[in-house]
């Protein structure tokens, strides 16, 4: 069993609030957090060939692209779960004047309208998310995406990770005053999911969560069997991973 608190792919929304509000920090993914901003339109401009005119960021966080995308002419829709990050990304939006829309909902059914020639699914989301639920994301998508749209995902590589050596083990950082300490507690490759039990200050049992292990033999096919090609790999070294860059070619 879990710990006090589980997160497993795919996560409801009262249950991110608890995660983001004890391991991690939400505030890292508003449009007001300067560290956030500048990644992102370091992004954009190395991905500027494929950013288009009209926008749907899943998981889209505190709205942080929303800011670093915002320009004439352009539409921008942020979907999130976590009612903390929606929250957030509309306070920001208002304070800041971004022309944004964020709506909270679970990506894998959110109701859309109108077609979208970039779709990004950027920061800590994909781990939230086993291959059937990306697969429903994606599947939901069908017919409000542009023929030629592009779609930006960035990933840990966990399986080169485990390979490397790097997913054993435990990962300590300092934040808020705290020590937290992540250790691996074991891997369901059934579920394809890693267990991982969180402490703050040496509290045992502080939360725990399932992480979805993904890899570019993973991604990659399952995308194709949807009609996305992909057109672009970068290594991202913050997540140990990838940032992959596909193009839907419009046939299943």
């Avoid at 779960?81 to 929250?87: G, L, T, V, Y």
């Amino acid at each position: 069993m879990f710990g006090r608190l589980a997160v497993p792919p795919t996560s409801s929304g009262s249950t991110l609030q608890v995660l983001y509000r004890s391991e991690d920090s939400y505030a890292s993914y508003s449009a007001e957090n300067p560290r956030a901003l500048r990644r992102l339109r370091q992004l954009i401009r190395e991905e500027r060939g494929s950013f288009g005119r009209r926008l749907i960021d899943l998981c889209c966080g505190g709205g942080a692209l929303a800011r670093a995308y915002a320009g004439p002419g352009r539409t921008y829709l942020g979907v999130d779960a976590n009612p903390d990050m929606i929250r957030q990304a509309r306070l920001s939006a208002r304070k800041l004047g971004i022309p944004a829309t964020f709506r909270l909902s679970d990506i894998r059914r959110v109701k859309l309208h109108g077609r979208y020639d970039t779709i990004t699914l950027l920061g800590n989301a994909l781990p939230h998310l086993a291959s059937r639920d990306l697969l429903s994301a994606v599947r939901n998508l069908e017919g409000h995406v542009a023929k030629d749209a592009r779609l930006i995902i960035d990933y840990r590589d966990t399986v080169q990770q485990f390979f490397d050596g790097q997913g054993h083990g435990s990962f300590t950082q300092r934040r808020d005053g705290h020590r937290w300490v992540s250790t691996t507690q074991g891997v369901d490759l059934r579920a394809g999911v890693i267990r991982v039990e969180i402490r703050r200050d040496g509290r045992r049992n502080f939360a725990s969560h399932g992480q979805a292990i993904w890899s570019p033999f993973i991604l990659e096919p399952l995308l194709l069997t949807q009609g996305w090609t992909l057109v672009r790999r970068k290594p991202d070294r913050r997540w140990h991973g990838w940032r992959d860059t596909y193009r839907f070619n419009g046939s299943r």
